[in-house]
């Protein structure tokens, strides 16, 4: 993984401590990881982006290296906690990239502080809960408080038991994930608004549809008529469908960095 500038520091903000990590330098990014995981979730991806990027890894609401949050995990809430941060380091604006849960975070960043978010990078990211499929939103459902003594035999124990202040806070950060995860959602009608270039990633056996990816694009008003030989027809949005990945592995692909860095650097 790319040197830190600085290590892993805490924000407080909105109440609760945000553990982050700064890689690279130049525009900021902001980075977000899905469900269990870290900034150390992008595998690669990290070294990569902060070629050309100062990347901000943060570690969301009682994951990682942040310590356990006395609160309910809400997406709204860790998008203002994030748009917090952003002003906690004198950031005008920032691009942002999340994952699945924390693509879900970015999307509500973009929709609820839109003057602080300069680029989106949405991975494997549905606008609404029905948009995983039918056995994804099956396995959210089944969890719950008391799998979290099984998923002690899981690699996200194992990665969570190395970084976290306390590892003795896992019940906690399982019961306030598996609670936010039942919650229904459709964002549809706030995302034709979104003000800003927003690039929608996803693979091609990914935990949603590609289908979904389509529909999302078609939201923000891609894919409606032909570009035209002067591109004209072209929305400043972008879609990428990346072959061979599922919502287990593309976060550690490098086609992921490979695709979108020319969307960060503004093409």
Do not use: C
Not at 20 to 39: C, D, E, M, N
Not at 155 to 161: I, L, T
């Amino acid at each position: 993984m790319s040197k830190t500038i600085a290590g892993p520091q805490l924000a407080h903000v909105n109440g609760i401590d945000l553990a982050y990590q700064v890689f690279g330098k130049g525009s900021p990014l902001i980075l977000l990881h899905g469900g269990f995981g870290s900034v150390e979730m992008f595998g690669p991806n990290v070294e990569l982006l902060a070629k050309h990027h100062r990347v901000i890894g943060v570690d969301l609401q009682s994951h990682g290296r942040s310590p356990a949050a006395n609160r309910p995990m809400r997406f709204e809430a860790m998008a203002d906690d994030i748009a917090a941060l952003i002003t906690e380091l004198k950031l005008q604006r920032a691009a942002i990239m999340g994952f699945s849960l924390g693509g879900a975070v970015a999307l509500r960043v973009a929709i609820q502080h839109p003057a602080v978010v300069d680029r989106l990078v949405l991975l494997s990211t549905p606008f609404k809960r029905s948009g995983w499929h039918p056995e994804m939103t099956a396995g959210m459902d089944a969890m719950g408080p008391e799998t979290a003594e099984p998923l002690k035999h899981s690699p996200m124990y194992e990665a969570y038991e190395r970084i976290a202040p306390n590892k003795n806070d896992w019940p906690t950060l399982v019961t306030q994930l598996t609670a936010a995860l039942k919650i229904d959602y459709d964002w549809s009608d706030q995302v034709p608004g979104l003000p800003m270039p927003v690039m929608i990633v996803a693979g091609d056996a990914d935990g949603l549809p590609p289908s979904h990816a389509v529909e999302f694009f078609g939201l923000l008003g891609g894919g409606k008529r032909d570009a035209s030989w002067d591109r004209s027809g072209m929305t400043r949005h972008r879609l990428a469908i990346l072959p061979g990945l599922t919502h287990y592995d593309i976060n550690l692909s490098p086609a992921v960095s490979e695709t979108v860095i020319p969307f960060l650097s503004g093409a």
